[in-house]
């Protein structure tokens, strides 16, 4: 260290004071100055927080909470103490609602009395530093809508009969609703429900049940219903203690919730018509499970499934808000009943965590494309066999050629009993015996009606299901709502053709003169048998077709001839896109488990056929190739209507989603337990044949598989005409006649030049090309 002088030295110390407690202070020198900076003191560093806190809203999504109350989770870190939470709504301490769970979320609790619009949630740590939480919760009324759109006008309550369904009272304002009703019934040892009253005496026919956690306890369910989102909505839970303080006894719920949705067609404007026994389902509360239900997802109220599953939601968010989180929803119920399972697992996951459609469809709306054959193409048959009663067509079985769907000679039809149509031979198709109507029903604004409604009130509304779901669809030019059914292009009978089931000239004959539905703006009512009424005032000496007697809608139809061939109709444009966007179409983005339950219903000619699983099967593999979360029963038809059999796929769906909470890493298909395989089953429920391969050569070109083998599965007008099975395609690409000649598309059959002529007069645009 060099040396100063003792001169230097002492200027030096004059002129700058050197650093002292240089942790306390900084000396600063300006050179010539004597001025001293001294700094504070640096505040100690904050400490690192314990975590995070985070909070969620368990009843429903955030942004669609209804009804005023929630029900929220919130998870904190371990070495936080419980009392050092707190949890603040809009600035309030509610921290005294949240108690702990020990199950999936730290705390729990009922958040009640919020506004209508944003609710600011806040969870922060009066104790050690935490990360804070904030969770917006929007709340909307509970008479609705949320996410849905204008409500439907006009709009028809409830009867008093149908309310009584699930004793209800009356009607309190224009929105339908009704007074909030908790009562308590208990299943008798004679399987029916009776009134029970809470300290009352045991009655001596109360029955008992076990739930499926061992439990084995009085038979007592706590009921409440009322209206959300102006539809009658129904809860039910095993309560064998009743009310405590006025809140459920719920020792004997087995955490676990059923959501019963229900099926039928209709086109809205109406509440509904409640079904006790579902909303009561026995079996299901038998083995402890809480029962969901609404008129608002029953597909016989209306066929929104926007609407529905925005009601789902709704009706959950009750039930969660009141009663607790379940371990998991399942969702079950048959036909459209199914289809809202397929449709909202999709388009709103974790509203059901798991499925059991029962003699399902994949969707609504893709079962108008074929469907919307059915009265074309049997106008077309019937009238060939006015034409040669001795014609191949007096074997119903020969309908199936064209029509894809079963047909046979021994199932009644009403049309022929009651002889309409006179010259047609017995037997029934499945579009005569179960379709019948519902394609006027779908597309023809003047084909409806609810209870109550006036004449007046009926001429006003548009029904058709594009109507009922105008929100969705938008309006055309012509002011009615735009719709998806599109015929352009479609060869109907293409595969009888190219199996020789029908000759050249009967293809082009029946492409020529099927024709199509005509656009809103040009249909009239529907006559005989649809209005029945006009049956009772035959004049049968005057020509009845169509002005009277028309079970095809000919009045709707377009017409035509090999010399005038009728034109098709194509989808407004537009329309198809909104479907598949608005997840109206199922696309196949479920990955939930799903057990496909049907009885074999096929020899019955019944609407509920086969290939529809298959066709939801294939929408998954075309998704993202996976369809392991989708597992199909077939029964044989039952006395007991696959009831058993649905009890069985609830068991197993319990020990696929426990095996999913364990291991949640895996996907829902690596997560099926041994039982969740592919089986069908004979009339009293033992095992056919079950395993991976019982299905083979349906959606593959493998040997049948033993269920193939014992259950024929059927097609459609649309497959017939070489659609895929999916179903799924409302328009197809085209392509010039001469190109699909050149590729070989009518098999053994090579047009000439007036044939080929003919098919270009019948196909101006060209013809589908599916592949």
Not at 577 to 595: K, T, Y
Request: with cysteine; proline share 7%.
């Amino acid at each position: 260290m060099p040396a100063f002088p003792a001169g230097a030295l002492s200027r030096r110390i004059l002129s700058c004071l050197v650093p002292v407690l240089a942790a306390l202070a900084l000396v600063a020198c300006d050179g010539g100055s004597n001025t001293i900076t001294i700094d504070p003191p640096a505040p100690p560093p904050d400490p690192e927080p314990l975590g995070e806190f985070s909070a969620t809203v368990v009843s429903s999504p955030p942004d669609a909470v209804s009804g005023g109350t929630a029900r929220v989770g919130i998870d904190a870190p371990a070495a936080l103490p419980d009392e050092d939470i707190i949890v603040e709504l809009d600035g309030e301490d509610i921290s005294d609602r949240f108690r702990a769970t020990g199950g999936k979320y730290r705390l729990m609790g009922r958040v009640e009395g919020l506004a209508e619009g944003e609710n600011r949630l806040r969870v922060t740590s009066a104790g050690e530093p935490v990360t804070p939480a904030e969770l917006t919760l929007v709340n909307h009324p509970a008479t609705g809508p949320i996410f849905s759109g204008p409500q439907q006008a006009p709009f028809f309550c409830a009867t008093d009969d149908d309310r009584a369904n699930l004793e209800l009272g009356p009607i309190l304002d224009e929105q339908c609703s009704v007074e909030r009703v908790v009562s308590f019934k208990y299943r008798t040892t004679e399987g029916a429900w009776a009134d029970w009253e809470p300290g009352q005496e045991r009655p001596e026919d109360m029955a008992t049940t076990t739930t499926i956690d061992g439990e084995t306890v009085d038979f007592i369910v706590r009921w409440e219903r009322g209206t959300i989102n102006r539809f009658l909505y129904s809860l039910a839970v095993l309560v064998p203690g009743g009310d405590v303080d006025g809140e459920p006894d719920l020792g004997a719920w087995n955490r676990r919730l059923i959501y019963y949705f229900q099926g039928g067609v209709a086109i809205g404007h109406y509440q509904g018509d409640p079904s006790q026994r579902r909303a009561l389902y026995a079996d299901g509360l038998g083995a402890g499970y809480a029962i969901a239900y609404s008129t608002g997802t029953k597909t016989g109220t209306h066929y929104n499934l926007e609407l529905g599953g925005e009601t789902a939601i709704m009706v959950k968010d009750r039930f969660v808000s009141a009663y607790g989180m379940p371990d998991y929803t399942v969702g079950v119920g048959g036909s459209g009943g199914g289809i809202q399972q397929y449709v909202y697992g999709q388009n709103h996951p974790g509203l059901i965590d798991a499925g059991v459609p029962q003699y399902s469809y994949p969707d609504m709306i893709t079962q108008t494309i074929h469907i919307g054959d059915c009265e074309l193409i049997e106008r077309w048959i019937d009238f060939q066999l006015q034409a040669d009663p001795n014609s191949k067509w007096a074997d119903w079985n020969n309908r199936s050629w064209l029509i894809g769907l079963n047909a046979n000679n021994e199932v009644p039809n009403d049309v022929i009993d009651f002889g309409l149509t006179p010259w047609v031979p017995p037997g029934s198709s499945e579009c005569t015996a179960s379709w019948r109507g519902l394609s006027p029903l779908a597309l023809n604004p003047n084909f409806g009606t609810v209870p109550g409604i006036s004449d007046e009130q009926q001429a006003e509304v548009e029904w058709t299901h594009f109507a009922d779901l105008v929100n969705i669809y938008g309006r055309a030019d012509d002011g009615f709502a735009r719709s998806t059914w599109d015929n352009v292009g479609v060869q109907y009978g293409l595969q009888a053709l190219r199996d020789g089931n029908i000759t050249p000239a009967e293809f082009l004959d029946l492409n020529a003169s099927v024709g199509s539905w005509k656009q809103e703006a040009e249909t009239v009512q529907e006559g005989c048998p649809f209005l029945i009424d006009l049956c009772f005032a035959l004049d049968f000496e005057q020509p009845l077709y169509p002005d009277q007697i028309d079970p095809w809608s000919w009045r709707n139809a377009n017409v035509g001839s090999l010399e005038n061939p009728a034109p098709r109709r194509a989808a407004d444009p537009g329309a198809i896109e909104r479907a598949f966007e608005s997840g109206m179409v199922n696309r196949g983005e479920i990955e939930i488990p799903l057990i496909d339950v049907r009885p074999y219903l096929e020899e019955e000619l019944d609407m509920h056929n086969t290939h529809q699983s298959f066709a939801a099967r294939q929408r998954l593999l075309n998704h993202d190739g996976d369809a392991s979360n989708q597992v199909i029963w077939f029964q044989e038809p039952s006395e007991d209507d696959i009831a058993a059999l649905t009890m069985e796929a609830f068991a197993v769906i319990d020990e696929w989603m426990a095996t999913i909470a364990a291991n949640p890493d895996r996907s829902v298909g690596e997560n099926r337990p041994a039982e969740a395989v592919d089986a069908c089953f004979d009339a009293g429920g033992a095992v056919i044949a079950s395993g991976d391969d019982v299905w083979s050569g349906i959606l593959d070109d493998s040997e049948p598989g033993t269920c193939t083998a014992q259950f024929p599965v059927y097609s459609t007008s649309r497959i017939v005409a070489g659609a895929p099975i999916t179903g799924d395609v409302f328009k197809c690409e085209l392509q010039p006649v001469a190109e699909a000649i050149d590729s070989g598309v009518y098999g053994d059959w090579t047009p000439g030049a007036q044939e080929q002529a003919t098919l270009e007069a019948i196909f101006p645009d060209g013809v589908c090309r599916y592949d």
